[in-house]
DNA sequence: ATGGCCTGCAACGCAGGA
């Protein structure tokens, strides 16, 4: 089964692309970042025809998540328990024995920002959760836009992005803090070429130049890293009219 | 380089994103 996430920046804006993208790549499951969309006007009859079943929790304007699949999904939970503040910003969903956590983590603006506060508050909340969950569980994949670079190589120019929102040191120990759960970053399981980004700014033909940030992740619980054949970002959509700043990353997982 | 671009909201510019 192939497992999938992309920040859409707006589901209306984007809703053929999710669809052309998802006939090509053919992922049974899609978690979607920045729907952007209440709930009382998701799309949800034209991705019933499409053949998708979905789950979404939104708000207008702003943030919005929602999972889509192939096969029914099992409710899990629409937020953070602890920080059900009206950010839609989780959505978990169990597809079999999978649970799958659907997250789009706050931006955080700034360094020393208030929201730069809110975001790393927001981490050790799911954190929290996630720990939760890997007791009850084996088989979990935590995927979505993290709004953080992991590592230097991950970013396009480390020295120009040193200490600022995305890659501070703090953000960077707050991923580390999810990992060291026992998830894997799925990506760094397999040979990747250099310089693969997921992310790049709309302005001075950032992705042209492929001066980008590789932001958004699909971490796998052991069992699930197991037998994971391979992960990959599809740049393709990004060059696609009127695209997604945010690149799909897709990941094969064979069914257990 | 101060910003550049895109989206939604409600308005005819703004906030927010990354």
């Given at each position: 089964?192939?497992l999938?996430?992309?920040?859409v920046?707006?589901?209306r ?15 049974d ?80 603006q ?5 929201k730069?506060?809110y ?31 992991p590592?230097d ?61 590789r ?34 990353v ?7």
């Open positions: 089964m192939k999938a996430t992309w920040n920046n707006s589901l804006v984007r809703l053929e692309h999710v669809l052309g993208w998802s006939a090509e790549a053919g992922p499951v899609v978690a979607l970042q920045e729907t952007k969309i209440p709930d009382d006007a998701f799309p949800l009859e034209t991705l019933r025809e499409a053949g998708w079943h979905a789950l979404y929790t939104g708000q207008p304007a702003y943030n919005g998540v929602a999972l889509l699949s192939r096969q029914p999904l099992e409710f899990v939970a629409d937020a953070l328990p602890d920080f059900n503040d009206g950010q839609r910003r989780l959505i978990a969903a169990r597809r079999g024995d999978l649970c799958i956590v659907n997250v789009y983590v706050p931006n955080g700034k360094v020393g920002a208030d730069y506060q975001k790393l508050a927001w981490l050790e909340a799911l954190a929290a959760f996630v720990a939760g969950l890997m007791k009850e569980h084996a088989e979990v994949a935590v995927l979505g836009d993290f709004n953080i670079a590592e190589r991950d970013v396009h120019d480390p020295a120009a992005w040193e200490g600022s929102v995305l890659v501070s040191p703090p953000e960077r120990e707050a991923f580390r803090t999810l990992v060291d759960l026992g998830l894997a970053d799925g990506f760094r399981l397999f040979e990747q070429p250099e310089q693969s980004f997921s992310w790049w700014d709309y302005r001075q033909g950032a992705f042209r130049r492929n001066r980008g940030l932001i958004d992740h699909i971490l796998l619980s052991a069992a699930s890293a197991r037998r994971c054949r391979s992960v990959r970002i599809d740049r393709e959509p990004r060059g696609w009219p009127r695209p997604s700043d945010h690149a799909p897709i990941a094969e997982i064979t069914e257990p």
